[in-house]
Every structure is written in structure tokens, then in C-alpha cells.
């Protein structure tokens, strides 16, 4: 199943989304993706798209927070690390 939308306001905001169901039964899932614009009281022009799928949601945007970047001593030691083993998740029929 896929869906489609785009919206156009009057005041100038838009909206634009897709999705695209992945898998079947419990394995199914949903891939979506789309961008938004408006601009706020104070005049600011926003944009931001985003994905949402198996890797979560990830919304991308000038406006947004971001981290403060890694500390070097801390990025050199991250490939030195055990890896992670992936949890064992039990399906039921």
C-alpha cells in the first residue's frame, strides 16, 4: 500500500508526505517521508523534511538543536569498543 499527500495553505505553508508499507504481517512496516515549510510570527522562514522507517525518525531542519560535536579523546576510543550483539527477539506465530 503507498500513499501520497501534498497541501498548499494560503498563508504559504506546504506540506508533502509519502509512505510506502515494507514487509508483511510481522514483518510489516512503514516507510514515510516528506517536508513541511511555514513561516512563524516573527517572520522566520522554517523548512524541515524528514524520514521515519526502520532507522526511527529522523527530522532535518536548520531550526533544530543539534549535539555538540564528540570530544577527540572520546571519538579516538569509540572504535575500540565491544560491539553490541543485537537482542534475540522470540516472534510468535
Avoid at 57 to 71: A, E, F, K, Q, S
Amino acid at each position: 500500500m503507498k500513499y501520497e499527500i501534498s497541501y498548499a495553505g494560503s498563508d504559504g505553508t506546504t506540506r508533502e508526505e509519502s509512505n510506502v508499507q515494507k514487509g508483511s504481517g510481522y514483518e510489516a512496516g512503514n516507510a514515510n517521508q516528506g517536508s513541511s515549510y511555514w513561516i512563524t510570527p516573527e517572520g522566520q522562514k522554517i523548512t524541515i523534511t524528514w524520514a521515519a522507517d526502520d532507522g526511527g525518525y529522523r527530522p532535518v531542519g536548520d531550526h533544530l538543536p543539534t549535539p555538540p560535536p564528540i570530544p577527540k579523546e572520546i571519538a579516538e576510543m569509540l572504535p575500540l569498543l565491544p560491539k553490541l550483539e543485537e537482542p534475540a527477539y522470540k516472534s510468535y506465530p
